[in-house]
């Protein structure tokens, strides 16, 4: 009885080890270091991260292929300086994504789409907040205005008040 388990946990043990062997291996190729690029840029300072966004704005003209239009979407997206702007980030990570010359990782990919998506809900909360802004000066204006006139109210008040 125990040699048969012992057979058995055996046989169990070559089958797990071959179903291992057999598992299909990424074929991937090497995907470019767009993480390593995006932490490079979340670690470096306002001139480095502007310097970044420089350089990859000129990597894109000469060269405007899927991995220097996601360079450049990473660079605008990465907050703290001049040129950020999550909305064109966020869109040209996605035609870094959506371009039919790109074979990218899944690792890569999956990246790349979470980032736009962040990028996306940034811009349309920073769109918020200028609405909100407008909103704002527009009542602190209406405020005033009425305020000019309750004190010509006042004014008149007192004038007829004070008339013999």
Same mark, same amino acid.
């Given at each position: 009885?125990? /040699?048969?388990?012992?057979?058995?946990?055996?046989?169990?043990?070559?089958?797990?080890? =071959?179903?291992?062997?057999?598992?299909?291996?990424?074929?991937?190729?090497?995907?470019?270091?767009?993480?390593?690029?995006?932490?490079?840029? /979340?670690?470096?300072?306002?001139?480095? #991260?502007?310097?970044?966004?420089?350089?990859?704005?000129? *990597?894109? #003209?000469?060269?405007?292929?899927?991995?220097?239009?996601? #360079?450049? =979407?990473? @660079?605008?997206?990465?907050?703290?300086?001049?040129? @950020?702007?999550?909305?064109?980030? /966020?869109?040209?990570?996605?035609? @870094?994504?959506?371009?039919? %010359?790109?074979?990218?990782?899944?690792?890569?990919?999956?990246?790349?789409?979470?980032? %736009?998506?962040?990028?996306?809900?940034?811009?349309?909360? !920073? *769109? %918020? *907040?200028?609405?909100?802004?407008? !909103?704002?000066?527009?009542?602190?204006?209406?405020?005033?205005?009425?305020?000019?006139?309750?004190?010509?109210?006042?004014?008149?008040?007192?004038?007829?008040? !004070?008339?013999?």
């Amino acid at each position: 009885m125990r /040699a048969g388990g012992g057979l058995a946990a055996i046989i169990l043990l070559a089958t797990l080890a =071959g179903c291992a062997a057999l598992q299909p291996q990424s074929t991937d190729p090497a995907p470019p270091d767009l993480v390593a690029y995006a932490e490079q840029l /979340a670690a470096a300072n306002t001139d480095r #991260r502007e310097a970044a966004l420089n350089a990859a704005r000129e *990597q894109w #003209r000469e060269q405007p292929d899927p991995v220097s239009i996601a #360079r450049l =979407g990473l @660079a605008e997206g990465q907050w703290g300086h001049p040129g @950020a702007d999550a909305a064109a980030a /966020a869109d040209h990570i996605e035609q @870094a994504l959506n371009d039919p %010359a790109a074979d990218w990782a899944p690792s890569v990919r999956g990246f790349l789409s979470v980032r %736009a998506a962040t990028l996306r809900h940034i811009a349309s909360l !920073e *769109q %918020a *907040q200028r609405d909100a802004r407008g !909103e704002r000066d527009e009542l602190a204006e209406a405020l005033d205005e009425a305020r000019r006139k309750l004190d010509a109210i006042t004014n008149i008040e007192r004038d007829l008040g !004070e008339a013999p």
